[in-house]
Nanobody, 119 residues
């Protein structure tokens, strides 16, 4: 079992920045990959970024490349999403998730944190 708790969401003006954090507990944090997802009202959930166990490999959806950075601190059991140059279209509930087996589904999810970007 893995428990995930997100924090750091809020209201920010366009062009601003936020850093989301996701604290994990349960299994050894460095043994699994992590991802950040988001879901806007009326839209399907999409993956925003992911990071492998060691942190050496990352993925970003095209719409956030150059603006968002995913990172992890295996000593603190935490994954981060630094979001810069935020746009109103980034408004969504953001979720972190754990992928226990490589190339498999994301098995565990946090409760989500709201990010609202005003124009």
């Amino acid at each position: 079992q893995v428990q995930l708790v997100e924090s750091g969401g809020g209201l920010v003006q366009a062009g601003g920045s936020l850093r989301l954090s996701c604290a994990a507990s349960g299994r050894t944090f460095s043994s699994y990959s992590m991802g950040w997802f988001r879901q806007a009202p009326g839209k399907e959930r999409e993956i925003v970024a992911s990071i492998r166990r060691s942190g050496g490999s990352t993925y970003y959806v095209d719409s956030v490349k150059g603006r968002f950075t995913i990172s992890r601190d295996n000593g603190k059991n935490t994954v981060y999403l630094q979001m810069n140059s935020l746009k109103p279209e980034d408004t969504a509930v953001y979720y972190c998730a754990a992928q226990i087996r490589p190339l498999s589904v994301y098995d565990y999810w946090g409760q989500g944190t709201q990010v609202t970007v005003s124009s």
